[in-house]
């Protein structure tokens, strides 16, 4: 069972859409993330919400922190191709030890 | 910037057989992180070091042990390899455990036949 769920497992779309990809659990976050992977490396950051409702943008891509620091959301405008990637959403938990855990990710294909 | 080195990159085992994964940072971070991404699974947290001399498990520990041999280095150790462990390999490291961004290595790929 995954702490934290995240959906969909796989998008394909059209270059100019936009899309969402979400990320839940049951449990309170200390704080939320969101990295990026590209094939044969690491998991880069793209960025970290903290505070309950917060929204941060990074160019095209918009993050939201559920209210109740349970989930976040991470919306893309306008993809292109250069955008293709795994997102993986990952979050410490309160009261799990400051683990840091990782969702089962989002493969994202931008097409042109 | 070296980062968070892993080596190998890359290894074949025989079933049965032990292997110890390395890593190593130079960030002067306290915590450290070994996990395993399988296809459709995302990163599971196998070990993970909050500080030198100190190690927790994490959702899959079984089958591994791990060193925290200094504040640079955390080694990832496989007793008796299974095909089951056939997967791909990251250390990751932190500041401290609350703190906000990991920085990943380039991974290891372990194959087991």
């Known amino acids: 069972t995954q702490l934290l769920e995240q959906s969909p497992q796989f998008l394909s779309i059209q270059e100019g859409e936009n899309l969402t990809v979400y990320c839940n659990s049951s449990?309170?976050?200390?704080?939320l993330q969101w990295y990026r992977q590209e094939p044969g490396e690491g998991p880069v950051l793209l960025v970290t919400v903290v505070t309950g409702g917060e929204v941060k943008k990074l160019k095209r891509l918009t993050f939201q922190f559920g209210d109740a620091r349970k989930d976040s959301s991470l919306h893309i405008t306008a993809a292109q191709p250069g955008d293709t990637g795994l997102y993986l959403c990952a979050g410490v938990i309160i009261g799990y030890g400051n683990k840091l855990v990782f969702g089962a990710g989002t493969i994202l294909r931008v097409k042109s | 910037n070296a980062g968070v080195t892993q080596t190998p990159k890359f290894q074949v085992l025989k079933t049965g057989q032990s292997m110890t994964l390395q890593c190593a940072q130079d960030?002067?971070?306290?915590?450290m992180y070994w996990y395993r991404q399988d296809p459709g699974m995302g990163l599971r947290l196998i070990y993970y070091s909050a500080s030198e001399g100190t190690t927790d498990k994490g959702e899959v520990p079984n089958g591994y042990n791990v060193s925290r041999l200094n504040k640079r280095e955390f080694s990832l150790r496989l007793e008796s390899a299974a095909p089951s462990q056939t997967s791909v390999y990251f250390c990751?490291?932190?500041?401290?455990?609350?703190?906000?961004?990991?920085?990943f290595g380039q991974g290891t790929r372990l194959t087991v036949v």
């Open positions: 990751a490291s932190k500041r401290t455990a609350t703190g906000p961004e990991a920085f």
């Open positions: 960030m002067n971070h306290n915590s």
């Open positions: 449990s309170v976050f200390s704080s």
